[in-house]
Structures are given as C-alpha cells and as structure tokens.
C-alpha cells in the first residue's frame, strides 16, 4: 500500500516562507512526476509545480520565480520551497506522485493535502 506523507504546512505572515515536504512511502515503482498541487476554497484545484524523473521542472505562472521545487530520488521525497508568500497562496496543497505502468499508463496518488496560510 502507497501512502504520501505530506509536512510543512501552517500559518505565515505575507512575505514569509514555507517548505512543504511529501514523502511516498510504501511499494511505489517507476516514480515519474512528483510535485505539487492547490486547492483554494471555491476554485479549481491547480498545478502549482512538478518536476519529472529527467530533472525538468514546469511552474504555474503564479508562483515562478518565488516557488522551487525539488526531489531526493533516493528518499522518494518531493519538496516545495515557497518564498514570498501572498494570501493568494492561501489554499490546501496537495501532494502528486505519477508511477509509470508500461509505456502509456501512469498511476496517480494523492496526499491527504496540507493547508498553507498566508495572513496579510
């Protein structure tokens, strides 16, 4: 059984900075994608930023050049350091793992999300 272990949400002032860990733990193979998504209340869930196996890495236009994310292949861990938080950043994060299956198929699983807050 695969179970994604998310950490470093909370409450920041804007301005601030935040690192979210999410570690996948269990029988997971041919991890891809790792990355992150949010949720704000009353919207669409959003990819805020992922990065592949091969070392790319693609950004929402919101959070270029304040967000970075990385991975520890080793540790099956995927992080998002965020700087300059803004109250628009308030929302749950979700972390994402996709585990390639064959050629054409890759699972997804989800972490149980982590609210991030963002005070003005």
């Known amino acids: 059984q695969v179970q994604l272990v998310e950490s470093g949400g909370g409450l920041v002032q804007a301005g601030g900075s935040l690192r979210l860990s999410c570690a996948a733990l269990?029988?997971?193979?041919?991890?891809?994608?790792m990355g992150w998504y949010r949720q704000a209340p009353g919207k669409q869930r959003e990819m805020v930023a992922l990065t592949t196996s091969g070392g790319s890495t693609n950004y929402a236009d919101s959070v270029k050049g304040r967000f970075i994310i990385s991975r520890d292949n080793a540790k099956n861990t995927v992080y998002l350091q965020m700087n300059s938080l803004s109250p628009e950043d308030t929302a749950v994060y979700y972390c994402?793992?996709?585990?390639?299956?064959?050629?054409?198929?890759?699972?997804?699983?989800w972490g149980q999300g982590t609210q991030v807050t963002v005070s003005s």
């Open positions: 269990g029988a997971i193979f041919s991890i891809d994608t």
């Open positions: 994402y793992v996709g585990s390639k299956i064959g050629l054409a198929f890759t699972k997804p699983y």
